[in-house]
């Protein structure tokens, strides 16, 4: 007879691991069931972003910073290096240990926690049952009185050029996580996040990257004040990139593969050595829902659900890639804490409009809330307080004194409605906006938060100084 269990969540990635550990927490006899295989052919719990997302591409922009910073910047503080040299064979092995270490940690929280892991493909069929099927092809089953759906997301595929991470000439995020040698040209399919992040890491370990992006503005979801310094940065730097160009066609050459592409000129055709697909992902539910379940989708294969991540079956849950919002490990980590206590009877919640957004690149980007055409767009009236880190002693100090922090506060109750940040460490200080937030904070209850010296928290301070003219270290218009 199958095994029943309190909770059964089917993915093991950021939403899934964590619902099941914060489940068992709460005294709900929990299982996951994930069927990721990694580098090493061992099963490994994680998903995309621990095994070939978030942590691997996060310690290479790492790495390639600290390479392009001994190469090209750190002779401006007085310090010479000479014979600097790259050993990529190294900075892979690194990466794959630091994956491991927090795949390998993940395991050992499911057992401190008692999540039993079941190894395999995880199918939802009629009446909260869970299929399974093994690796090594055999099926089981078991019950659950909930059943929670965390399989993430996966790359979108274009037939203009089908990705092969074998072949390893047309490649996704995956494979270009995995290049064994630097190209000397990487074409990059698409300017958004992922396409950013690697492109920046192969531009960095000498790579000639060029970018073909379909839409004519740059990161459209960001404030479009920080996406036009970004570009510019971004092309200061190196990186070739092309707004309002659409791949046709791809076309694999002895030197590597040719790029058919349409823009407002008319037809063009470039040769790369490699070429990186990001266009986007998609809600990875291919395969996961029985047709007898009676799981209803909406558009583009998300999981229909309401404000709860509850799916239109009683006791099925859905959250993180698979369900409509942002594609972000964190909102997908918190929507599995807010669906555990749900299911333990508690009143789980979480706050969308305080959602960080985070673009690891040099400078990094960082965001949280509206943006000014969100407001515009919406009739909200508001009031803008900005502050550049070339102003801030910190960010001179560490040489890194490009960009600005941006804040949005509505101009009758003086809520803080969005802070954006192009800059260093702006994944860290967007954190700042976001507790603000969460408190439903003014822009005057940071400005009148003591912020410690010399700190680039003090670029915080000054920029909601300035949403009612009042910075201190800038000249205010």
């Known amino acids: 007879m199958a095994k029943t269990y309190d909770v059964v969540v089917i993915g093991g990635g950021p939403a899934g691991y964590v619902a099941a550990i914060r489940c068992a927490q709460l005294g709900l006899e929990t299982a996951c069931v994930e069927q990721w295989i990694n580098f090493k052919g061992d099963p490994a719990l994680g998903g995309t972003c621990?095994?070939?997302?978030?942590?691997?591409?996060?310690t290479l922009l790492e790495s390639s910073?600290?390479?392009?910073?001994?190469?090209?910047?750190?002779?401006?503080?007085?310090?010479?290096?000479?014979?600097?040299?790259?050993?990529?064979?190294?900075?892979?092995?690194?990466?794959?240990?630091?994956?491991?270490?927090l795949t390998n940690g993940i395991g050992a929280l499911f057992k401190a926690n008692g999540v039993e892991w079941l190894?395999?493909?995880?199918?939802?069929?009629?009446?909260?049952?869970?299929?399974?099927?093994?690796?090594?092809?055999?099926?089981?089953?078991?019950?659950?009185?909930?059943v929670i759906i965390a399989t993430g997301s996966v790359p979108i595929e274009i037939g203009a050029a089908p990705v092969d991470n074998a072949e390893g000439i047309i490649v996704d995020s995956t494979g270009?996580?995995?290049?064994?040698?630097?190209?000397?040209?990487l074409g990059v399919i698409g300017a958004g996040v992922i396409g950013l992040e690697l492109g920046s890491v192969w531009n960095r370990l000498g790579a000639k990257v060029v970018m073909l992006e379909a839409v004519e503005d740059f990161l459209a979801l960001a404030d479009q004040q920080i996406a036009r310094d970004a570009l510019r940065q971004f092309k200061k730097q190196g990186l070739d990139i092309r707004l309002g160009t659409r791949v046709i066609a791809t076309e694999k050459t002895e030197d590597g593969v040719k790029v058919h592409f349409k823009d407002k000129d008319g037809d063009h055709e470039?040769?790369?050595?490699?070429?990186?697909?990001?266009?986007?992902?998609?809600?990875?539910?291919?395969?996961?829902?029985?047709?007898?379940?009676?799981?209803?989708?909406?558009?583009?294969?998300?999981?229909?659900?309401?404000?709860?991540?509850?799916?239109?079956?009683?006791?099925?849950?859905?959250?993180?890639?698979?369900?409509?919002?942002?594609?972000l490990a964190h909102k997908g980590s918190e929507e599995g804490v807010m669906v555990a206590e749900i299911i333990a009877g508690q009143h789980g919640h979480l706050?969308?409009?305080?959602?960080?957004?985070?673009?690891?690149?040099?400078?990094?980007?960082?965001?949280?809330?509206?943006?000014?055409?969100?407001?515009?767009?919406?009739?909200?009236?508001?009031?803008?307080?900005?502050?550049p880190f070339s102003a801030n002693g910190r960010a001179k100090a560490m040489d890194a004194a490009?960009?600005?922090?941006?804040?949005?506060?509505?101009?009758?109750?003086?809520?803080?409605?969005?802070?954006?940040?192009?800059?260093?460490?702006?994944?860290?200080?967007?954190?700042?906006a976001v507790l603000a937030m969460e408190f439903h904070a003014s822009s005057e209850d940071l400005a009148r938060t003591i912020h410690g010296h010399p700190t680039l928290y003090e670029a915080m301070h000054e920029a909601a100084l300035s949403v009612h003219g009042r910075a201190l270290h800038k000249i205010n218009t």
Not at 356 to 380: F, H, M, N, R, S
Request: glycine residues 10%; charged residues 25%.
């Open 50 to 58: 621990l095994n070939v997302g978030c942590i691997p591409s996060k």
């Open 65 to 101: 910073e600290q390479y392009h910073h001994l190469r090209e910047g750190i002779e401006s503080h007085g310090i010479h290096v000479e014979g600097v040299r790259l050993d990529l064979d190294r900075m892979m092995a690194r990466k794959e240990d630091i994956v491991l270490q």
């Open 119 to 146: 190894q395999g493909h995880g199918k939802l069929v009629a009446d909260r049952q869970v299929e399974i099927t093994r690796h090594d092809g055999s099926t089981d089953g078991v019950n659950a009185d909930n």
């Open 176 to 185: 270009a996580l995995d290049f064994r040698q630097v190209p000397k040209t």
């Open 270 to 327: 470039i040769v790369f050595e490699k070429l990186l697909v990001s266009v986007g992902r998609r809600p990875n539910t291919d395969n996961v829902a029985a047709p007898e379940s009676d799981l209803l989708f909406g558009e583009r294969g998300f999981i229909h659900v309401n404000e709860h991540c509850e799916t239109n079956l009683p006791g099925v849950y859905a959250i993180g890639d698979v369900v409509r919002g942002p594609m």
């Open 351 to 387: 706050n969308y409009d305080a959602i960080p957004w985070v673009i690891y690149t040099d400078p990094e980007i960082a965001w949280v809330g509206k943006t000014e055409q969100a407001l515009k767009t919406e009739g909200i009236p508001y009031k803008i307080g900005t502050f």
């Open 402 to 432: 490009a960009g600005m922090v941006k804040m949005l506060a509505h101009a009758e109750t003086d809520a803080l409605l969005g802070c954006h940040i192009i800059g260093p460490y702006a994944s860290e200080l967007i954190q700042e």
